[in-house]
């Protein structure tokens, strides 16, 4: 199976038709049937490293401020019980837990996979970001994740290379500042070119401004271990910039796909609250 890195911006992206949403549906059509989905959410950002167990996960609406219609989402995916056995075995001796009944599939994977797979059939099992760990750590886990993708699994990974939600211009809906283009630049070359070296981007210049926190991030660095195995060759889906401080870049591992452009911009953010206080 092939993999990704989706940059998922806003929650409204789930409802909205843009070039974003658009790629995301252009990447579902290009993979084959998967088994399953793991997908690695930046919003499932703990203390630990888990995956969802659960045959019925629920649908969370993990922000605040939006518009009912969003609240209203259901993205009703069964889940695979099994699978999180096989994820500890593949990643042993990473201890990796079983949650039966805490979490489910959040904003961060239901917003995408509602335009890659709209039909909610395939099942999905959500991988944790272990807060308490070092980008070597991600990285590492996810180059163990690799025999995964030969077992029919599309690991989907979710978040924003650079996600400043406090930084964010209201006035530029489609534009990034200068600091959020250089440093999405410098990803891009690491991610294609020599996927270890994203590890190492919390040493560019621009790192603070544009991961202020390292959730939406560390998503990257599971595309980036997955794509040191192997051959297979990192490609950009779809890249772009929202209110300044947001990069909407996404990549595939493994797969081509022509996204075509919509030529809209990326969902915007309520006007109340605060961007950075809309998002748990």
Known sequence: MPAAFLGHGSPRNA?????YTQAWRAFGHAV????AILAISAHWFINATAVTAMPSP?????????EQRLFDVQYPAPGLPELAEEI????HPTWVGADVDSWGIDHGTWSVLTHAFPAADVPVVQLSLNAYQDFDYHLELGAKLAPLRERGVLVVASGNIVHN???????????????AHRFDAAARVMIMDRPDGVATLDGHADFDRAVP??????????LAGLAGVGDDLVEPL???????????SA?????????????RPSAGFPETPNPSDTNT
């Open 165 to 179: 939600l406090a930084g964010m211009d209201r006035r530029l809906p489609d534009e990034g500042f200068d600091w």
């Open 213 to 222: 926190t390292p959730d939406h991030f560390l998503p990257l660095l599971y």
């Open 58 to 66: 629920r649908t969370i609406h993990d922000f605040f401020g939006f």
């Open 15 to 19: 409802l909205d038709a843009n070039r």
């Open 32 to 35: 084959p049937t998967p088994r």
């Open 88 to 91: 500890a075995d593949v990643v």
């Open 238 to 248: 779809v890249d772009g910039f929202a209110y300044g401080s947001l990069s909407m």
């Open 251 to 263: 990549y595939t591992l493994g797969v081509t796909c022509t996204a075509g452009d919509d030529g």
